[in-house]
């Protein structure tokens, strides 16, 4: 799909995503088109998989949810894209018709992903709740050297 196609499509949604979206891609942004489409189905459940997944962790993509409603509701195969901005900063997942003629739905966020802890569940490195922390293993064998080998442990890449 050429750029001002995608463009076009973009500005005649007019929503707050596509609007984003749009304004990426005349910055200078990536995008791509898939040249398949697959069926409506997959696609929302997948993606409310990913939905979840992200809510689980704190992130709450714009538009998303509107997005997997939609294509479910559409039922009919489906087109995904990708705009991507330029610095990877934000990115914008498409829904087209089969045909590529229309913008059915677009959802995005911004990157990287910064995921918290899941309700209930510590930090990676962080003891559970109300357990106090791990003591950390000694480092080295007895005498200081490599635990694995008992080697000197020297540094250098290979250590």
């Known amino acids: 799909m050429e750029q001002h196609v995608l463009e076009a499509l973009l500005d005649a949604d007019g929503g707050e995503v596509a609007g984003k979206a749009l304004a990426v891609l005349r910055g200078g942004g990536g995008y791509w088109v898939g040249d398949r489409a697959q069926p409506a189905g997959r696609h929302a459940g997948v993606y409310g998989h990913r ?9 709450e993509p714009l538009g998303l ?3 997997v409603q939609t294509v479910r509701a559409y039922g009919r195969p489906v087109r995904t894209g990708m705009v991507d901005a330029a610095d990877r900063s934000w990115t914008a997942l498409l829904f087209l018709t089969e045909d590529g003629g229309t913008l059915l739905a677009c959802a995005g966020w911004p990157l990287p ?7 209930g569940k510590p930090s990676v490195g962080e003891p559970p709740v109300g357990e106090p922390p791990a003591v950390e293993p000694p480092v080295g064998g007895p005498d200081g050297g490599r635990p694995d080998t008992g080697a000197p442990d020297v540094g250098g890449p290979l250590s």
């Open 113 to 119: 992903l910064v995921r918290t802890p899941p309700v």
């Open 51 to 59: 939905l979840r997944h992200m809510r689980k962790y704190g992130i």
């Open 65 to 67: 949810e509107a997005a």
